[in-house]
């Protein structure tokens, strides 16, 4: 912390003695480089090569190693995406001691003041792709009693995760959830700037370009993404909005906030600021959008939709587009939420697990911790037990009709209700599940199964649990239990497994840190 007394400084004072007293300087050095912050969520050398040059510390260069030494003094100011000005100075002055000091000879000197300092290679494929399953390993490590501290232990953690399903469970959904927000209409920018906040968004514009992209080869593909300064406002200090810039690869499918640096209503373009480059949204990608007044018709001229200088949230569709500019599709945040678990029937083992939109949005998993009412998908367990009792076939003749049903326990009278509140008198189960009849499952619960039988089926398949208890009455036949959709997805599995049920699994293995097994 910043926190600077009389009394911190003591106690460090002691600190610092006793870690000498029992660990060597090779020790010390050791457990410092690995723990360290080296900014953009990086601890430690090992995960600051990857994110930084995209490889491991064992193969970085000797100017990329005299970089990565030069950033901890101020991970957020002194940092390669952020300033690559300061960071040449800091590397030079890094490379001069270690020449002054007889540990570089003139011409290794000389070699890695040529290199380039930002990576050449784009980052690893998978790097941070599934936050809200590492959240969930890390939740779940918490309760293995011989893992004391995942975040300092140096563990090594085998997850089931399938990196191309879990890109594809991400992509998946987000999709799904834009698409739905584009159907309700258009919202506007994600950020309209007034004229003194618009005025302050072009000096940052013109100010921080020249520091940020200096020198930034040709080839490279860095751009901005302003999501971070959109979200907290411009009302602050400049330090705080460049702080709040962050710095991406240009990749397929990036989704990112930037300025719209002009709109070119006659050929129905809008071009965007990415910092080093232009970018375009074409016709093709805003025309989604929907006049107001007329709800069926698209929008042909880009300026009634954005203005320049608007913050506006995209989605790269094509690295080289629209006169070769990247080109993009207008997006907007979507309000809604929503989760995906996909899982290995045999093995129960969890191949993709996306908790919502955004984990930098909200953390709160929504496929482990939200409790939802699985309405007419829990149907399918309950004509599943009646026909695994033999109560049933599929051709049992059921009445489909209004009744009124009084709760043994309390008296109340309930009388259910088809959707459209249609019956259709005498028919068989099989029309009743495949059309998911309300008052069919009710009698089905009623008169061949019983709740007792249910509520026990429901726990040997994972749904009926302590944390998830079904309420004792007819209504459950409805799906009107609390379940999340790791349980519900987990339960149906057991359908093409043969009808075994067994509990999923996030984890294949860990090691301790000394290489020792603590779980398989």
């Given at each position: ?323 070769n500019f990247p080109e993009f599709h207008l997006l907007q945040r979507p309000q ?185």
């Amino acid at each position: 912390s910043p926190e600077r007394t009389y009394t911190r400084k003591i106690k460090e004072m002691l600190l610092a003695k006793k870690i000498e007293e029992n660990f060597s300087k090779e020790e010390i050095l050791f457990l410092y480089l690995n723990q360290i912050y080296f900014g953009k969520g990086a601890y430690g050398v090992e995960e600051a090569a990857q994110t930084y040059y995209g490889k491991p510390i064992s193969k970085i260069s000797l100017g990329q190693a005299a970089v990565l030494a030069s950033i901890p003094k101020s991970p957020s100011k002194i940092n390669p995406d952020v300033n690559p000005k300061r960071v040449k100075e800091r590397r030079t002055y890094v490379l001069e001691q270690m020449r002054h000091h007889g540990l570089i000879s003139k011409k290794e000197f000389e070699q890695a003041q040529q290199e380039s300092i930002r990576r050449k290679q784009p980052p690893h494929t998978y790097l941070r792709s599934a936050p809200y399953f590492s959240e969930e390993v890390r939740r779940q490590l918490k309760n293995i009693k011989s893992v004391e501290s995942v975040t300092e232990g140096g563990y090594q953690i085998f997850s089931t995760v399938d990196a191309d399903y879990q890109k594809a469970a991400i992509e998946s959904l987000r999709n799904g959830l834009e698409q739905l927000s584009q159907r309700r209409g258009w919202r506007g920018p994600f950020l309209r700037p007034d004229a003194l906040q618009k005025k302050k968004l072009y000096q940052i514009i013109e100010n921080d370009k020249n520091i940020r992209f200096e020198g930034l080869e040709k080839e490279s593909k860095l751009i901005w993404n302003w999501a971070r300064v959109a979200k907290n406002g411009l009302n602050r200090n400049d330090t705080d909005i460049r702080q709040n810039l962050e710095n991406i690869q240009l990749e397929k499918n990036a989704r990112i906030v930037v300025p719209v640096h002009d709109v070119d209503a006659q050929n129905r373009v809008i071009f965007l600021d990415l910092g080093s480059q232009l970018g375009v949204v074409t016709y093709a990608g805003f025309k989604w959008v929907r006049s107001k007044v007329r709800r069926n018709k698209s929008i042909d001229d880009p300026s009634q939709i954005v203005n320049k200088g608007d913050l506006v949230y995209v989605k790269l569709s094509k690295i080289n587009g629209y006169r070769n500019f990247p080109e993009f599709h207008l997006l907007q945040r979507p309000q809604a939420q929503g989760a995906l678990v996909a899982l290995s029937p045999q093995s129960r083992e969890v191949l993709a697990l996306v908790g919502g939109y955004d984990y930098g949005e909200s953390k709160f998993n929504r496929a482990t911790q939200a409790k939802r009412q699985p309405g007419s998908a829990l149907k399918p367990f309950l004509y599943a037990l009646a026909l695994a009792q033999q109560k049933v076939t599929a051709a049992t003749i059921i009445t489909d009709a209004p009744k009124v049903y009084v709760d043994p326990d309390t008296g109340e009278r309930w009388q259910p209700n088809n959707s459209g509140d249609n019956f259709r008198g005498d028919i068989s189960l099989r029309r009743c599940l495949r059309h998911s009849i309300n008052t069919c499952s009710i009698e089905l619960l009623d008169n061949y199964v019983s709740i007792k039988d249910f509520l026990e089926f429901s726990a040997l398949v994972g749904l009926n649990t302590i944390e998830t208890p079904f309420p004792r009455n007819l209504s459950i036949a409805l799906g009107t239990p609390e379940l999340t959709l790791a349980q519900l997805v987990n339960a149906f599995a057991s359908f093409p497994a043969k009808g075994v049920y067994q509990p999923l699994t996030l984890l294949n293995e860990v090691k301790s840190p000394a290489g020792q097994q603590l779980y398989a």
